[in-house]
């Protein structure tokens, strides 16, 4: 508004005149962000408390249903009455037309029977006083005026009743054509019990459609009628009810249709007024079974508000002495507890969390001790790394990796590389049956039992050598390490582990030495999974050679075999972690581990490996690593 007056103030009233959009766009934008932050401010601060919330509930559950029961009787009743009121005005002025359309009838028969003059007729009119009768030629009566005519006319601007019939006279047809004026005294015979009525051209004379009493009584003589008065009220339910609707009338001159607007106020007394002598004997049982229905739905709603209410204080209450016992527990005071005075549910909820309160005290300390246990968990894993073999890299021919991925923080698989010469070595892998602590203690003893038994088995022989000079010949001797025999450590292994260990516990094992020299490998398999010798076209051959699992029965024998290593033969030693993790198609399988490892095989090892592990991580997707995975490669170099 300031800027308006600025703008006009200094001439740019062109300008102030287009502010009104924006002030307008503006200030419903201002209206929806205050409805924005109120509807905000009562969800954060109003609604936050229980209490508060079920006192909304029970508005929208009890009162709003009450209060739409009650808009829609009142509204029923009002359209009720508004259209009735309408109906009996707008019945009445139809009656009125018919009245006269057959009193117009009978005076034609009589003009045409010649027994009656029109001045008799109109002399001996009771029904409608001041009605004129005329005879009027076919040719001087309006053209479109035909075969007959009953309803409202406008004449001269003036409102006429009007009914017409074609006579045959001897000088050939006429017209009988009575006529009432729809002045304020017809209009009060239509108004009688009614109301007040206004009948008017257009609906802005109505005064909102809704004409009151004061403003009934002063008539308009060209367009504008007015009748008829608001009767009393009865009682304070007994309102103001304005009603309106549309008359029909026709231009006497030239034929064309034309609505004026009915419209008036009547009052429910009024209606009823109407009603009461269609009505039976019952009518005022049934006003007096209603108002007593009415009492009696008054009384229950009562009762009703009166139960919320005290439900409604139990429930907050035990809801607000829960939050403060949760307080309480946040802040650490675990020695809370809930006065619990209710036998309900509610009061169980209480006493269950008083319960809760001692459990968490026992839950404290018993997540203090598995923290205890996790740490130590986590330096078993650090001493377990430290023994599977770190930066070896092979020998002269034979180039070696292997990778150990648990399940859990330890893991039950084992693998090593037995460095015993610089031109022998020994690859040993193997499956501990179970998991956890107890998997992982039993592989910490076959990896010491291993070492222990490897240098218990290696015997030093002698090689000889001679070089030749110029003149004369040197002869040395160094001594050379004998290869263990894998099935003698594995015999002992057994034994070891059957004689230190519970029955149930045991493990599978493989166990092979490879001699630079010879390009050999002499192993022996314990129950493990047949490692694989991938050879450069494609061949495979599997080392099954050996026995059963160590540990579980005494005293069995085991067997073992040599088998040549080939230029770029790969040596692929696993766990069944690798080849049994499961998704919709089934398991992963030797075959998937065969391709992904041949496709890759000119690559570092070690490549290879990460390339076979998230093959599998792949085909497992999302879901947990089901058991440890343990891949061990080797190959052969020139």
């Given at each position: 508004?300031?800027?308006?007056?600025?703008?006009?103030?200094?001439?740019?009233?062109?300008?102030?005149?287009?502010?009104?959009?924006?002030?307008?766009?503006?200030?419903?934008?201002?209206?929806?962000?205050?409805?924005?932050?109120?509807?905000?401010?009562?969800?954060?601060?109003?609604?936050?408390?229980?209490?508060?919330?079920?006192?909304?509930?029970?508005?929208?559950?009890?009162?709003?249903?009450?209060?739409?029961?009650?808009?829609?009787?009142?509204?029923?009743?009002?359209?009720?009455?508004?259209?009735?009121?309408?109906?009996?005005?707008?019945?009445?002025?139809?009656?009125?037309?018919?009245?006269?359309?057959?009193?117009?009838?009978?005076?034609?028969?009589?003009?045409?029977?010649?027994?009656?003059?029109?001045?008799?007729?109109?002399?001996?009119?009771?029904?409608?006083?001041?009605?004129?009768?005329?005879?009027?030629?076919?040719?001087?009566?309006?053209?479109?005026?035909?075969?007959?005519?009953?309803?409202?006319?406008?004449?001269?601007?003036?409102?006429?009743?009007?009914?017409?019939?074609?006579?045959?006279?001897?000088?050939?047809?006429?017209?009988?054509?009575?006529?009432?004026?729809?002045?304020?005294?017809?209009?009060?015979?239509?108004?009688?019990?009614?109301?007040?009525?206004?009948?008017?051209?257009?609906?802005?004379?109505?005064?909102?459609?809704?004409?009151?009493?004061?403003?009934?009584?002063?008539?308009?003589?060209?367009?504008?009628?007015?009748?008829?008065?608001?009767?009393?009220?009865?009682?304070?339910?007994?309102?103001?009810?304005?009603?309106?609707?549309?008359?029909?009338?026709?231009?006497?001159?030239?034929?064309?249709?034309?609505?004026?607007?009915?419209?008036?106020?009547?009052?429910?007394?009024?209606?009823?007024?109407?009603?009461?002598?269609?009505?039976?004997?019952?009518?005022?049982?049934?006003?007096?079974?209603?108002?007593?229905?009415?009492?009696?739905?008054?009384?229950?709603?009562?009762?009703?508000?009166?139960?919320?209410?005290?439900?409604?204080?139990?429930?907050?209450?035990?809801?607000?002495?829960?939050?403060?016992?949760?307080?309480?527990?946040?802040?650490?005071?675990?020695?809370?507890?809930?006065?619990?005075?209710?036998?309900?549910?509610?009061?169980?909820?209480?006493?269950?969390?008083?319960?809760m309160t001692d459990s968490?005290?026992?839950?404290?300390?018993?997540?203090?001790?598995?923290?205890?246990?996790?740490?130590?968990?986590?330096?078993?894993?650090?001493?377990?790394?430290?023994?599977?073999?770190?930066?070896?890299c092979g020998t002269r021919?034979?180039?070696?990796?292997?990778?150990?991925?648990?399940?859990?923080?330890?893991?039950?698989?084992?693998?090593?590389?037995?460095?015993?010469?610089?031109?022998?070595?020994?690859?040993?892998?193997?499956?501990?049956?179970?998991k956890g602590i107890s998997?992982?203690?039993?592989?910490?003893?076959?990896?010491?039992?291993?070492?222990?038994?490897?240098?218990?088995?290696?015997?030093?022989?002698?090689?000889?050598?001679?070089?030749?000079?110029?003149?004369?010949?040197?002869?040395?001797?160094?001594?050379?390490?004998?290869?263990?025999?894998?099935?003698?450590?594995?015999?002992?292994?057994?034994?070891?582990?059957?004689?230190?260990?519970?029955?149930?516990?045991?493990?599978?094992?493989?166990?092979?030495?490879?001699?630079?020299?010879?390009?050999?490998?002499?192993?022996?398999?314990?129950?493990?999974?047949?490692?694989?010798?991938?050879?450069?076209?494609?061949?495979?051959?599997?080392?099954?050679?050996?026995?059963?699992?160590?540990?579980?029965?005494?005293?069995?024998?085991?067997?073992?075999?040599?088998?040549?290593?080939?230029?770029?033969?790969?040596?692929?030693?696993?766990?069944?972690?690798?080849?049994?993790?499961?998704?919709?198609?089934?398991?992963?399988?030797?075959?998937?581990?065969?391709?992904?490892?041949?496709?890759?095989?000119?690559?570092?090892?070690?490549?290879?490996?990460?390339?076979?592990?998230?093959?599998?991580?792949?085909?497992?997707?999302?879901?947990?690593?089901?058991?440890?995975?343990?891949?061990?490669?080797?190959?052969?170099?020139?």
């Open positions: 508004m300031t800027l308006k007056w600025l703008f006009r103030l200094t001439g740019a009233a062109r300008i102030a005149g287009s502010l009104d959009r924006w002030t307008t766009v503006l200030g419903y934008v201002l209206v929806f962000l205050l409805i924005f932050l109120a509807l905000r401010w009562f969800r954060n601060h109003v609604m936050w408390s229980v209490r508060n919330r079920l006192i909304v509930t029970y508005v929208f559950i009890g009162g709003v249903p009450v209060a739409l029961a009650l808009a829609m009787a009142l509204g029923t009743g009002y359209i009720a009455v508004e259209h009735l009121a309408t109906f009996l005005a707008v019945s009445e002025i139809r009656e009125q037309e018919q009245r006269l359309s057959a009193a117009n009838a009978a005076a034609a028969e009589q003009i045409v029977n010649r027994r009656r003059l029109p001045h008799e007729i109109m002399a001996s009119d009771t029904l409608f006083p001041g009605r004129t009768l005329t005879i009027v030629p076919v040719n001087e009566a309006p053209k479109w005026l035909k075969d007959g005519f009953t309803g409202l006319a406008t004449d001269q601007q003036h409102l006429h009743l009007r009914a017409a019939n074609l006579i045959q006279t001897p000088h050939g047809p006429d017209m009988v054509i009575s006529s009432v004026p729809f002045d304020q005294k017809f209009l009060a015979r239509i108004a009688a019990n009614l109301g007040a009525l206004r009948l008017s051209d257009s609906p802005l004379d109505q005064g909102v459609n809704t004409p009151s009493s004061s403003s009934l009584g002063n008539q308009t003589p060209t367009d504008a009628i007015s009748a008829g008065s608001l009767m009393n009220a009865k009682s304070s339910l007994d309102p103001q009810v304005p009603f309106g609707g549309l008359i029909q009338t026709v231009d006497w001159t030239t034929g064309e249709s034309r609505s004026k607007f009915l419209a008036g106020v009547t009052r429910p007394s009024a209606m009823y007024g109407y009603l009461a002598p269609y009505m039976g004997v019952w009518t005022g049982f049934v006003g007096a079974a209603l108002m007593g229905a009415a009492i009696a739905f008054a009384l229950v709603v009562l009762i009703a508000l009166i139960i919320g209410i005290r439900l409604t204080r139990t429930i907050t209450y035990s809801v607000a002495n829960l939050y403060k016992a949760t307080e309480h527990i946040n802040l650490g005071d675990f020695t809370h507890r809930i006065q619990v005075r209710e036998n309900d549910q509610l009061a169980a909820l209480q006493r269950a969390f008083n319960s968490l005290q026992k839950l404290i300390a018993e997540q203090k001790e598995k923290e205890r246990l996790q740490s130590e968990l986590e330096i078993a894993h650090e001493v377990q790394a430290q023994l599977f073999p770190r930066d070896f021919t034979l180039e070696m990796h292997g990778i150990c991925r648990p399940a859990r923080i330890v893991s039950g698989d084992y693998y090593d590389f037995l460095a015993y010469s610089p031109e022998q070595v020994g690859i040993a892998v193997g499956d501990i049956s179970g998997a992982a203690l039993l592989m910490a003893t076959i990896h010491s039992a291993v070492r222990a038994y490897e240098q218990e088995l290696m015997a030093p022989v002698t090689a000889a050598s001679a070089s030749y000079g110029t003149d004369m010949r040197i002869a040395t001797v160094a001594p050379r390490v004998a290869r263990p025999s894998p099935a003698q450590m594995l015999w002992l292994l057994n034994r070891h582990i059957y004689q230190s260990t519970q029955p149930e516990k045991y493990a599978t094992l493989f166990l092979g030495f490879y001699d630079d020299d010879t390009r050999r490998l002499t192993y022996s398999n314990a129950g493990h999974l047949p490692p694989i010798i991938l050879s450069q076209n494609g061949e495979i051959r599997r080392l099954e050679t050996g026995g059963t699992v160590i540990g579980l029965f005494d005293d069995i024998g085991y067997e073992e075999q040599t088998v040549e290593l080939y230029p770029d033969d790969i040596f692929i030693a696993f766990s069944d972690g690798m080849t049994e993790p499961e998704n919709e198609f089934g398991e992963f399988g030797e075959e998937r581990l065969l391709e992904a490892i041949s496709v890759h095989r000119h690559q570092p090892l070690e490549r290879i490996c990460e390339v076979a592990l998230a093959a599998v991580q792949d085909w497992i997707g999302s879901t947990e690593q089901p058991d440890d995975v343990t891949l061990v490669l080797a190959r052969r170099m020139g």
